[in-house]
């Protein structure tokens, strides 16, 4: 009989560079000594890779991200999987998701837990999956299938766009789970019969960050914003807000990431006359980014609720920005006030843009008050936001989870 000792890690797709913290989890896994198998319901688009991506020695076993990209496969999935102890269970878990959501992405769902569940390898003993919404139903059916426990790590967009009857439905099943703000294990364990999702920071590996640099005040006022030009995130009111500064204000803003909104918040930046003083530069990789931040003077994210209900959870720019000694101005939104406090960085409502534009004015206005800010963010992240004590956590809980299945 075959051991059971690997650990399935399932994602929606990997590696990603908006996902640092996924691969940063993984990496940290696998230098405590767990065996992992990375599944991934998508293949890679971005251009570029991490450098922790490089790091990461786990076999990768990619999904059919549509059922018909690769039918043969998905017959071969759907045979097997019908053979399997737990096929009765995993249908009639299904049949009543499909009850009350007929949609072909939930078909497609069953589709790949049927492919994952055929080709999983006889050694693995748990299933654990990130994000509770497409991956999360991949990683239950295909759990069902085979007879193994699955547990799950929460974020932002999967918890608030997700029908509660659908994370009720997963809470239930779970072993445990976890999530990366306190504010979204409060909201999941009013789901749950009992508590079973714990707060784990995703934390930030300082290694990888060099000391803050110092800043000198000479030049323009560099104003910096990494994130995917996505409702969420609310660049659109950054540039409303740059085109609030005063006149007498030398200001430069540079936006890293993609998504599909860069080219409409160019053009909004040209309607209001400002495009020459933003540099639009894309997805980057983290060297880049790092770049990025030594040479800016504030870090500005205005997240906020999209209309669908996503948010952030507790972003990692903010955490990178303020290890590099940036001070921050951000909203009221999400976990944000976990991390950026009265000491740290300046926090307004969302969608209040002259109350940005009044925030990102006070800190180009007083750089010894930056300096103080930045300084605190940097000390803040590096005595509560480190990795390590998570990365444990979520490393002891799975082996407990092998274990008991190895028993």
Known sequence: MTERHRIAIVVKGYPRLSETFIAQEILGLQRLGLDILIVSLRHPTDGAIHDLHREITAPVLYLPEYLKDDPARVARGRAVAETLPGYAEAEAACAADLARDRSASRRRRWGQAAVLAAELPDDVAMIYVHFLHTPASVARY????????????????????????????????????????????????????????????????LSRFPQPPARDAKGPFRILSVCRAVEKKGLDDVIRALARLPDSLDWRFEHIGGGSGVRRSEKLAEGLGIRDRIDFRGAQARSGVIDAYRRADLFVLASRIAKNGDRDGLPNVLMEAMAMGLPVVSTRVS?????????????????????????????????????SLGAAGAARVRAHFSPDPGIAFLAGRLADGRLREAA
């Open 142 to 205: 295909a759990a069902k299938l085979r007879g193994l426990p699955f547990a799950f790590s929460a974020h932002a967009k999967d918890i608030y766009t997700t029908p509660q009857w659908d994370l009720r439905e997963k809470i239930a099943d779970a072993e445990w789970g976890a999530t990366c703000t306190a504010a979204n294990a409060d909201f999941l364990n009013t789901l749950a019969d009992t508590p079973k999702v714990s707060l784990v920071y995703h934390g930030l590996d």
């Open 335 to 371: 976990a944000v006030p976990e991390i950026v406090t009265d000491d740290t960085g300046l926090l307004v409502e969302p969608r209040d843009v002259p109350a940005l534009a009044a925030a990102i004015a006070t800190v180009a206005a007083d750089p010894d008050r930056g300096a």
